[in-house]
């Protein structure tokens, strides 16, 4: 049998945060080492485009992405690692899918159903205001990254099982109709994996303005976990670590017995100075490598390029073939 091939892509607008690394990175990471899986994971700058148009912001973020992901341990040899821009074929196949895609199955996107109702709640006399055909078609671009590699399975947030949905569909369809080019995707939500909470106990997310950024420096990380916020039990008194912002995040990153002898402590009412720092230590002595990596490779832009280069020479050896694959199958031919 084949490998299964399991693909994700990181929108390049934010910085990476703790929740990132917990929710998505380390996973994947760790997924990628697995035999009999071949991973693809790429920076979708062309999705950034849609939610930003601050060029800096974008190009800066594509950096720190891609440098994160090489600083976390990910081997861009054992993977595809590649920018959405520098495979042309995906800008190509995504017109193909518009041709195959229901307008009315955009119109059921949550992301486009949330703008309008967002425009008709703040009284907006057009439904559509400020609405760019980017938003509207978004789902097909990721179709598009999705079915170019035959992904089988698609490690997403819940917010993004839709997309994928809509992606086996148009791919359906297109197999109808064409032929069986396509493999149908399937979303993978894994609950299993921590979901972090943020400076003000709401979910940790750039939307929220409430993270710590995975790679903050020493003083600025120290800064921000003195800021999360608590309760007001005094030290001595026994507290909830199961709804503790700052235990979730211990959590996620000490081994089952360091849990277990923290969640006596809280028991035992620990007071929230002394966690802070014990959290602040422990974050600090796990992300120092990590860290000192990432600085390395942001001082050296021209070696991250240079690894996408070869990435996207890697992934465009797939996505070539399978093009001109595609393009027989609809008709667009040589002549003669
Ligand atoms: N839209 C995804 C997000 O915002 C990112 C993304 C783009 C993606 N293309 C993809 C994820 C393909 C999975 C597969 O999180």
Known sequence: MGKEVVLTGITTTGTPHLGNYVGAIRPAIAASAVANVESFFFLADYHALVKSRDPDRVAQSTLEIAASWLACGL?????????????PEIAELTWILTTMTAKGLMNRAHAYKAAVQDNEA???????????????????????????FGAHKVPVGRDQKQH?????????????????????????ID????????????K???????????????????????????NSLEPGEPKDPDTCTLFGIYRAFASAQETEAMDQRYREGIGWGEMKNLL???LNEHL?????????????PDHVEAVLQVGAERARSISRPFMARVRHAIGIRRLG
């Open 75 to 87: 081997d861009p040899e054992t993977v595809y690692f590649y920018r959405q821009s520098d495979v």
């Open 122 to 148: 703040t009284g907006k006399k057009d439904p559509d205001a400020g609405i760019t055909m980017g938003l509207f078609c978004y789902p097909i671009l990721m179709a598009a990254d999705i079915l170019m």
């Open 164 to 188: 994928v949905e809509m992606a086996r569909d148009i791919a359906g369809r297109f197999n109808h109709h064409y032929g069986e080019l396509f493999v149908l995707p399937d979303a993978v």
């Open 191 to 202: 609950d299993s994996t921590a979901v972090l909470k943020g400076l003000d106990g709401r």
């Open 204 to 230: 940790m997310s750039k939307s929220y303005d409430n993270i710590i950024p995975l790679f903050a420096p020493e003083k600025r990380l120290r800064k921000l976990i003195m800021r999360i916020k608590t």
């Open 280 to 282: 602040f230590d422990y």
């Open 288 to 300: 120092a490598g990590y860290r000192d990596e990432y600085q390395k490779l942001l001082a050296a």
